[in-house]
């Protein structure tokens, strides 16, 4: 995975990152191409004695509880769960990579599986989902950034094309499951004809814990 250049996204990025009285909000918009070169086909390789590329594995429902397969469908006795939703393995490994190559060198995702990801139901889902998080924690500064962002993220990976992912660990393996986070989200927004991923993580922190890792300092229970 190649992380690609967009100044649009550095300037998003940039109001992303602010301070918002008791919270902290740490948030950023990357693209990767998902061609593989160098490490990414040793790991690809490695990846593929569990299963081949175009093997589906099953994902966990959406947090929305509605299910992609469902969307239009009445719900029938002889229908799967929610699991039915699925991805190839080779899509699994460009999410898993996507995450390696966003979090290095802090965290290594490498052991996910496939029941830690989703597959959303919805652009406006997601839209709305991202919008009711930022607009709650930015307030009206959140207004002017809104059309920015989601127009840098269309121009960067034509959104109507995207098959939409979120990563949904336990907290164990959530990078964001330290004390004090206070919510967080992981998208990620596939375009398989253009073989890129545009993925958007952000974060809110309690000012106190944020404040406390800044110095160093080690939160000790009492």
Excluded at 45 to 68: D, M, R, Y
Excluded at 82 to 97: Q, V
Aim: proline share 5%; glycine share 6%; aromatic share 12%.
């Amino acid at each position: 995975m190649k992380l690609l250049e967009n100044s649009h996204f550095e300037a998003v990025n940039f109001q992303l990152c602010v301070e918002t009285g008791d919270a902290h909000i740490i948030g950023r918009i990357e693209s990767y191409s998902c061609k593989m070169a160098g490490d990414d086909k040793h790991m690809f390789k490695q990846f593929c004695q569990e299963g081949q590329p175009h093997v589906l594995e099953a994902l966990s429902p959406p947090q929305s509880g509605a299910s992609p397969s469902r969307l239009g469908k009445s719900q029938g006795a002889d229908e799967e769960g929610p699991l039915s939703d699925k991805c190839s393995r080779k899509t699994l490994f460009y999410l898993i990579a996507t995450l390696n190559e966003s979090f290095r060198p802090d965290y290594d995702f490498s052991a996910a599986r496939a029941h830690e990801f989703s597959r959303e139901p919805s652009l406006n889902w997601v839209v709305n989902a991202v919008n009711s998080s930022l607009v709650s924690a930015l307030g009206d500064d959140f207004t002017p950034l809104r059309p920015k962002l989601w127009d840098a993220v269309d121009e960067e990976i034509n959104l109507l094309e995207c098959d939409i992912y979120s990563y949904n660990p336990d907290l164990d393996s959530d990078p964001f499951g330290e004390d004090g986070n206070l919510w967080s989200f992981n998208y990620f927004f596939y375009n398989k004809k253009l073989k890129r991923i545009v993925f958007f993580t952000c974060r809110s922190v309690s000012g106190y814990t944020y404040a406390l890792a800044d110095t160093g300092t080690e939160l000790v229970p009492t």
